[in-house]
Every structure is written in C-alpha cells, then in structure tokens.
C-alpha cells in the first residue's frame, strides 16, 4: 500500500534552532516524493521536490530509499517558517499525490 | 503564474441541499483533483479528473460527484449536503507531465 506518514502533529522550536520535519513512506519502486507548505491564510504551495535536489528557504530534503524517509530540514528555523508542512508521495498509477497528515511548525523567539 | 481560482472562500449550507463547488485552471492543465483537508487527517482526495468528461474516484468519494464538462473547470457537487461534509475543500491542477500540483486557496464550507 502507498503511504506517507508523518509523526508529529506539531513541532514547536526556538528561532536559530535546527528543525526536521519526519516524513516516512511506503512504495514499491522509485518514489516522487514532495514538501507542501501552506502559511496561515494561505494557499498549500510546493516547497521542494526531490528529484530537483534544491534548497528552497534554506530547507533540504534528501530521500533515504534505505529508510523510506524524505525528511525536511533546516539548519536554523525563523518565525517566519511557522506553518503547516505536508509531505506527499505520487502514486503507483502517477496520477495524484498522496498527502500525509501534515505537521505543524511553530518558531518562536 | 499559474491560477487556481475556487468561485468561493466561505459556504454555508443546510443539510440536505445539493452544494456546488466551482475550480477553475488557466494552465490547460490535464489533471484536476478535489481534496478535502481535515484537521488531524490531511489533505484526503475525493475524486481527479485527467481529461474532459473523465472522473475517477479517490479515497473517499462517497456523497460527492464531479462534472468536468470543459478543461478549465472542475466542479464538486454534494447531492445531499451532511453536517459531517463539513470541511475545507480543496481544488489542485496538474500539467500530466509532471505530478507537481497547483492548488486553490479552498472553499470553507460548513453544513448546518
């Protein structure tokens, strides 16, 4: 079965700490996986993919096929990345992204 | 910049009524998906569409149906409003090619 899990429910650190966001999946073959992000009061936005190993607001993402982890990390969390993250998985059939429960990242000062 | 657009933020509803939910796309994307996002559970998908007049059923379809009768537009149809359709609802848009997708700014609907 295709699945994309996510651990925590919330996760609330201090400005200038690192963060990691969990994602695990299950697929059989080569996954797409991604990261959606949606800032209070707006719409769910791409944040990165793995397959164009880039780093969008300082996050990074790096897929462990050994793991059948895609966890999102930051070095050093601002205020200004509190939000709900999502972690998503295309499927077999490639016709849709399966989400998973989302996480939500709280940055204080 | 690609364009979303759900005809509606905020909807309420009674129980029974037959709801309409309006996307449109200005991509000519292939693909469009209805989501529903619930606190605690996600973004689930009720129904995708990948062509004109083609539908197929997500993981929880039951008392919802779509129409896709041009490109551009998607819509969501309750047949029978309950309160336990209460939720967020989200459209999305894809090209085929790559499964990126591009989502509205979603439809609060609450069924009273």
């Known amino acids: 079965a295709q699945r994309v899990t996510q651990p925590e429910k919330l996760l609330s650190v201090f400005k200038g700490a690192p963060v990691e966001l969990k994602c695990n999946y299950s697929?059989?073959?080569?996954?797409?996986l991604f990261w959606y992000v949606q800032y209070s009061r707006q719409r769910l936005q791409l944040l990165l993919r793995?397959?164009s190993r880039e780093s969008i607001k300082g996050f990074t993402a790096d897929l462990n096929k050994g793991e059948t982890s895609f966890h999102l990390k930051k070095p050093f969390a601002q205020e200004e990345d509190s939000a709900m993250y999502y972690c998503?998985?295309?499927?077999?059939?490639?016709?849709?992204?399966?989400f998973g429960k989302g996480t939500t990242l709280s940055v204080s000062s | 910049d690609v364009k979303v657009t759900q005809s509606s933020r905020y909807l309420v509803k009674r129980t029974g009524e037959k709801v309409f939910l309006e996307c449109v796309q200005d991509?000519?994307?292939?693909?469009m998906f209805w989501y529903r996002q619930d606190p605690g559970l996600g973004l689930r998908l009720i129904y995708f569409?990948?062509?004109?007049?083609?539908?197929e059923k997500g993981d929880i379809p039951e008392g919802y149906s779509v129409s896709r009768e041009k490109k551009e537009r998607f819509s969501l149809i309750l047949e029978s409003a309950s309160t336990n359709q209460t939720s967020m609802y989200l459209c999305?848009?894809?090209?085929?090619?790559?499964?990126?997708?591009?989502f509205g700014q979603g439809t609060r609907l609450t069924v009273v």
């Open positions: 999305a848009s894809s090209s085929g090619m790559t499964a990126e997708a591009f």
């Open positions: 697929y059989s073959g080569s996954p797409e």
């Open positions: 793995h397959i």
């Open positions: 998503a998985l295309e499927n077999q059939a490639g016709t849709a992204l399966i």
């Open positions: 991509m000519d994307h292939e693909n």
């Open positions: 569409s990948y062509d004109v007049k083609m539908k």
